[in-house]
């Protein structure tokens, strides 16, 4: 055979894979990121950017689509058979990364194994309402709830499902973080593969050939971490990486003009949320000369109203967002279900906060500590800054104490801040896993409010959010979640501030479907056409 016979047999052979394949030429993807895993556990942790990396690792029971909608996962289905009972249809043929087969045992695992390695931002509130789990047979499962749960496929798109052969030496809070980060126990049925994983660095994933849900484009997938918001842009232009999440707003009209690159927006579900403390001895407030005050001023509802009409949601939007916001009037975003379109986003009207300041026995203010993140959404520096500063107006000297993620949720789950601000998104769909978590009384019980550690508590707000939990009928549900959100806006136990427009960038021959949760995922990234 000649040179260009084999030549001609090269060309066919490669036509006949293309043929074959989606992807005849697999690539290698590096992306940059603001945050990554805190853990390789999927369970360690129900922080987004943890959450958003596992899931390259693991699936999920039920998926949640590009726009929050309920997907099948490793369920191919799920029906209420009674008030207190779901039953789960599992995907067979499911093959886990070391080739073992995927059943109901490894769901059972995962659900039980929850409650024992949990860390901070617990991922215990996913599971709070199941009381047992039956194996009917080696594909079907059936939850028992401690009560009407009508929420529970929505709170299943975090049930991440491990390996129960792989996990089963390390469940326990002391060795669970070992035996995932070492890669022993970090075997999932997801598309990718666990190679390795560098703290604050990089985590680096290979192609799982033998994933059920279809082939991906990517060899290799490496997950850079890049807090710094320039930095990432400048390894963007400089070609160390092939996209980039969360674009800093400044850069967005910079890139946008750049030829080589694509710039994508989507509206996100994520909020800034200013949360007040309700203990009587909030530990970071006093009087201007730093002597102790008689009581917490946040317990006055005075306070909490004059603050919130102190804070310029426009200008936040405008300046310290720089466009890429929009001013928000509950803790959901409009695209949640039990969102209430009747509230509207409080009035700027310093005169009027003034006056309720002096009414609270307030008119010189006081001094407090402000803190806030600055790695964990895109501007959460700078919209802490300027809410500090906007705070003056009212002679509220906010002390600002901008703080990694890694840094502000350990301390501010010890208790140890009274007035805060950070990033929340209703990741589920539904305005019951918001408030529930945020503005439900603290009860280890009923394992609501898991995330409220500053004491609030309301016996109004508590009952309807435990009716909407329990009740079934679908409208019935939304009107006691919506007189919730209005709840929240006259109370005043949070001040939810704005949402954030997310953009990401990437070289121009790649493109990416974006989601509403902002979740930077290699499995919507394609080569572009």
Do not use: C
């Not at 999920?60 to 997907?71: D, F, I, Q, R």
């Not at 490793?74 to 059943?103: M, N, P, Q, Y």
């Amino acid at each position: 055979m000649n040179f260009k016979t084999h030549l001609r047999a090269a060309i066919l052979a490669a036509a006949l894979m293309a043929g074959t394949s989606g992807y005849a030429l697999a690539e290698d993807l590096t992306i940059g990121v603001r945050a990554g895993p805190l853990s390789i556990d999927p369970h360690f942790t129900a922080a987004g950017t943890h959450a958003e990396a596992m899931k390259h690792i693991y699936d999920t029971l039920v998926k949640s689509g590009n726009n929050l909608e309920l997907e099948p996962g490793l369920a191919e289905s799920w029906t209420a058979i009674d008030d207190t009972t779901w039953e789960f249809k599992l995907r067979k043929g499911v093959k886990f990364h070391d080739g073992s087969d995927f059943t109901a045992e490894d769901v059972k695992f995962s659900i039980e194994r929850i409650p024992n390695v949990a860390g901070p931002n617990p991922t215990t509130i996913y599971v709070r309402r199941v009381q047992s789990v039956e194996i009917v047979d080696p594909y079907t499962i059936r939850v028992k709830t401690d009560g009407p749960a009508p929420t529970l496929p929505n709170d299943f798109i975090r049930l991440f499902v491990v390996s129960h052969t792989a996990a089963k030496d390390y469940s326990t809070q002391e060795t669970a973080n070992e035996g995932f980060n070492s890669g022993k126990a970090a075997i999932g049925t997801g598309p990718y593969k666990f190679v390795s994983w560098t703290p604050k660095e990089e985590l680096v994933l290979e192609k799982f050939d033998g994933y059920w849900g279809g082939e991906e484009p990517w060899d290799k997938v490496v997950r850079k971490e890049i807090p710094n918001d320039a930095a990432r842009v400048a390894q963007l232009k400089a070609g160390q990486v092939d996209l980039i999440a969360r674009v800093p707003s400044a850069d967005v009209p910079v890139l946008e003009r750049d030829s080589s690159l694509t710039v994508i927006k989507e509206n996100s579900v994520y909020l800034f949320n200013v949360e007040f403390d309700f203990r009587e001895d909030s530990p970071q407030i006093t009087a201007k000369d730093g002597s102790k005050l008689d009581k917490n001023p946040f317990l006055d509802p005075r306070v909490r109203e004059a603050i919130d009409l102190a804070i310029d949601r426009d200008t936040i939007t405008e300046i310290a967002m720089e466009g890429m916001g929009t001013a928000q009037s509950q803790l959901v975003t409009p695209n949640i279900f039990g969102y209430n379109p009747d509230i509207e986003v409080p009035e700027y009207d310093v005169a009027r906060a003034k006056g309720l300041m002096a009414e609270a026995g307030y008119p010189d203010g006081f001094t407090v500590t402000f803190s806030f993140t600055n790695d964990r959404l895109p501007g959460d520096k700078d919209v802490g800054t300027t809410i500090a500063q906007m705070l003056a107006s009212i002679n509220v000297k906010a002390e600002a104490n901008a703080a990694p993620g890694a840094v502000y949720f350990p301390a501010k789950t010890r208790g140890e801040y009274s007035l805060t601000m950070s990033g929340w998104g209703t990741l589920t769909g539904e305005a019951n896993y918001t408030l529930s978590s945020l503005a439900h009384t603290n009860d280890p019980e009923t394992k609501l409010g898991a995330f409220n550690v500053r004491g609030y508590s309301n016996p109004e707000m508590d009952k309807l959010i435990e009716d909407a939990a329990v009740e079934m009928d679908e409208e019935k549900r939304r009107e006691l979640l919506e007189e919730a959100n209005a709840l929240v806006a006259t109370d005043r136990p949070n001040l939810p501030i704005a949402s954030i427009v997310t953009a990401w960038a990437m070289k121009k021959n790649l493109t990416i479907v974006p989601r509403s949760d902002e979740d930077t995922l290699a499995m919507n990234i394609r080569p572009a056409k």
